[in-house]
């Protein structure tokens, strides 16, 4: 920004009463032309006397003024391109933000329903296994009944024999006793 020089031309004339330069091939804009007017009116500097215009002083003055006023279009046109490039920035991060808060939302969903469906695998398993173990417990009811009536069974066989036996020893006691009798 105003590193390279300018290759426009200016040219400086004195008008017909010496005391006007014509500036030929710069436009200057009204603040420029005003600021101008209040440095050479009586409040500002005294002219040295009619026609005493120095022609440098002047020339040094519009160069001053050119440069000022170049500056602060430079000044706009950079605020303008920083805003321009605010906006686009904004604009990018927005997107990004946009397209990061998407990519969340789609590994939190993928997240969830792996999650329920993990949870449904391991309730489908829990029911699964409660069926298991409520068979196993009506097979060892079943066994248990069963075991049950067979030694109930051999109990009452046993009593049988105890009984049979129990008679016979009697008998063979009674008759051994009537023998030696």
Do not use: C, W
Not at 15 to 20: F, P, Q, S, V, Y
Not at 24 to 38: A, Q, T
Not at 62 to 82: G, M, N, P, V, Y
């Amino acid at each position: 920004m105003g590193g390279g020089g300018s290759t426009r031309r200016v040219t400086f004339e004195a008008d017909e009463n010496e005391n006007i330069t014509v500036v030929k091939g710069v436009r200057l804009s009204d603040s420029v032309i005003d600021r101008m007017k209040e440095s050479s009116s009586p409040g500002g500097r005294q002219p040295r006397g009619p026609g005493a215009v120095n022609d440098e002083e002047l020339k040094k003055r519009i160069a001053e003024e050119l440069a000022l006023e170049r500056a602060r279009r430079d000044s706009e046109a950079q605020k303008r391109r920083l805003k321009q490039e605010q906006m686009y920035v904004r604009d990018d991060f927005g997107k990004l933000l946009e397209r990061e808060r998407i990519s969340s939302n789609e590994h939190l969903t993928r997240a969830i329903l792996r999650e329920r469906a993990a949870a449904e695998e391991e309730r489908q398993k829990a029911q699964r296994f409660a069926r298991q173990l409520e068979e196993k417990d009506r097979e060892l009811k079943k066994h248990d009944a069963y075991y049950k009536e067979q030694l109930a069974r051999l109990e009452e066989r046993s009593a049988q024999f105890y009984k049979v036996t129990t008679e016979q020893y009697q008998k063979a006691a009674d008759e051994v006793s009537a023998r030696f009798k």
